[in-house]
């Protein structure tokens, strides 16, 4: 911003206070509005009102005028016209210190108005039912409220704009401190959220028309709202909020309760929203543990301290600090078991009598507990921030069905190495590219990812699994390996043989897919190809 249009907003915002005298009163969502009018009406303030809105405020006892007495002119069109009058648009666009302006509105007779209140037709809870007529969407798109928003957060100069049922007690208590009146910041702030409102709600509205003509259309118009400021970003010297996306069913903290804990950072919500789309993969009771967006740990088990410990055995050293995501309640025996560790962010649907008490010991720890039930929206995009724009792509979606797969050795398979295999290939889609799962008996038990080559990524899952414990080649023995895409060599499969593993799943696809599949029929090790890959960078 230059210095001179610093100054000029730095003057707008500095005008004094003014003094409400008349209100516009029409909202669609009547929360909190009786109570806000009866405020106002205390304080000496004529009411104008609309329709629907009048008549529950007359039922609450308040005198009101309609609009169309102050205007002259009766509602038209089935209410499609009702506020859409010069005369009230002069009322509100009036600038207060324009002689010009004051004197015409005294010459029309038209008194202004010094206090807006409107919200709008619920055009976006309208879209969101399943099957909605395209007649009735129409029918909640709002126009008069809209204008009447943006003339007055226009005019912010001499009128106050309210939009929200909860901006209603802050407004009235600074008008019962003042006598009556508004401040210049509080307009400006209330200004700024009235073209946020009208901004998001034409949002919403391209995107429903948008959707009759194609998936990724030629304008892409979406607002979010700011759920929550974040301690930091990345890196301690970067500020970061979480917003969400305006009409989205749920988002990565919506119905998530903060038990215990210091606030969180952008790198917990990033770690959380990996850990918690993993974990919800699962029936079975699951864990999963996740560090620098890459799971160290999956597992199942007949319970979530089981699912934990079999999770833990297979990168304790990376779990340090972690993530961890359970998709059942934590007991206080499991409890007892994460307090022996530094855990950063723990998140689990509940917490059993005396888990809690185990946990908050600890200061640092973060406890969420979630109670999100909604279904995920199928339709909500991947977004990547590039320069100077997005990349906006579908969903990776579930894993492929067994029934789709290919058996393409003569090996026979086993259930239990079809067990190990697709365990192994839903965690793997979760994995950074190029990624390498070793699984065995519902855990992971080597993980490798990020590499730029697929043999280092499978090495390095092989030497993860060593590392992490002396019976690691006894256990490597016996195991399913996945892949996010295919071996483009025969040497990635063959690591992996060589260290132990029989089963081996991949999308397949590779021009050397011949060398890849007989490199296995010569170990008598079984490969499926899934068809599918899972890039996730």
């Known amino acids: 911003m230059s210095e001179a249009r610093a100054d000029t907003r730095s003057e707008a915002v500095s005008d004094g206070a003014i003094a409400v005298r008349r209100a516009l009163v029409s909202v669609s969502d009547k929360t909190g509005v009786a109570d806000f009018a009866r405020g106002l009406a205390g304080l000496g303030v004529e009411i104008l009102s609309t329709g629907g809105t ?37 009322a509100l666009l009036a600038r207060r210190g324009d002689p010009e302006h004051m004197a015409t509105l005294e010459r029309e007779g038209i008194e202004p108005i010094d206090l807006v209140c409107v919200n709008l037709y619920p055009f976006e809870e309208t879209v969101a039912a399943r099957d909605v007529a395209p007649e009735v969407a129409v029918e909640n798109i709002d126009i008069g409220g809209p204008t009447m928003i943006r003339a007055a957060a226009k005019n912010h100069d001499g009128v106050a704009v309210v939009v929200k049922p909860e901006s209603y007690d802050a407004v009235l208590a600074e008008l019962e401190e003042s006598g009556g009146e508004v401040s210049a910041s509080t307009r400006h702030w209330l200004a700024n959220e009235a073209f946020a409102q009208t901004a998001r709600y034409d949002a919403a509205i391209s995107r429903w028309f948008s959707t009759e003509y194609e998936d990724y259309p030629e304008h892409l118009a979406v607002a979010y709202e700011k ?8 890196n301690p ?17 919506s119905r998530v309760a903060k038990l215990h804990g210091r606030a969180l950072s952008f790198n917990n919500v990033l770690d959380l929203d990996s850990a918690r789309r993993l974990v919800e993969d699962f029936e079975q009771p699951a864990c999963t543990i996740v560090k620098h967006n890459n799971p160290c740990g999956v597992a199942v088990g007949a319970d979530s301290l089981e699912a934990y410990k079999k999770a833990l055995a297979c990168d304790p050293m990376s779990a340090f600090g972690g993530v961890i995501a359970f998709n059942r309640p934590v007991s206080e025996a499991l409890a007892e078991e994460l307090h022996k560790n530094f855990v950063e962010v723990l998140i689990a649907p509940d917490y059993e009598h005396g888990a809690l008490a185990v946990l908050q010991q600890k200061e640092a720890i973060r406890i969420l507990c979630e109670e999100e039930r909604r279904q995920r929206d199928p339709g909500e995009r991947d977004v990547k921030r590039v320069l100077g724009g997005l990349l ?27 067990r190990d295999m697709l365990f192994a290939w839903t965690v793997v889609r979760h994995v950074r590219s190029n990624a390498i799962v070793i699984a065995k008996d519902g855990a992971t038990i080597g993980i490798g990812a990020g590499q730029m080559s697929r043999v280092d990524s499978v090495r390095l899952a092989v030497e993860k699994c060593r590392d992490a414990r002396e019976d690691g080649d006894a256990l490597l023995a016996g195991s399913a390996v996945a892949s996010d895409a ?26 050397r897919d011949a060398e890849v599949i007989e490199a296995c029929e010569t170990a008598g090790v079984t490969m499926v190809f899934t068809k599918h890959r899972h890039f996730r960078h």
């Open 54 to 90: 009048a008549t529950a405020l007359r039922e609450a006892g308040l005198e009101v005028t309609d609009v169309s007495e102050f205007t002259g002119q009766e509602e038209i069109l089935g209410g499609r016209v009702k506020t859409l009058h010069p005369r009230l648009h002069a």
């Open 227 to 234: 759920v929550l400021d974040l301690s930091y970003g990345e």
């Open 237 to 253: 010297h970067q500020r970061a909020a979480l917003y969400s996306e305006a009409g989205v069913r749920s988002h990565v903290l």
């Open 392 to 418: 906006i792509q579908d969903r990776d979606g579930d894993p492929e069905p067994r029934e789709l797969m290919e058996v393409v050795t003569k090996a026979g398979v086993s259930e239990e190495q079809w």
């Open 486 to 511: 295919f071996f483009p060599f025969a040497d990635g499969p063959q690591l992996a043989i060589e260290a132990g593993s029989t089963a081996v799943i991949q999308p397949g696809g590779s021009k």
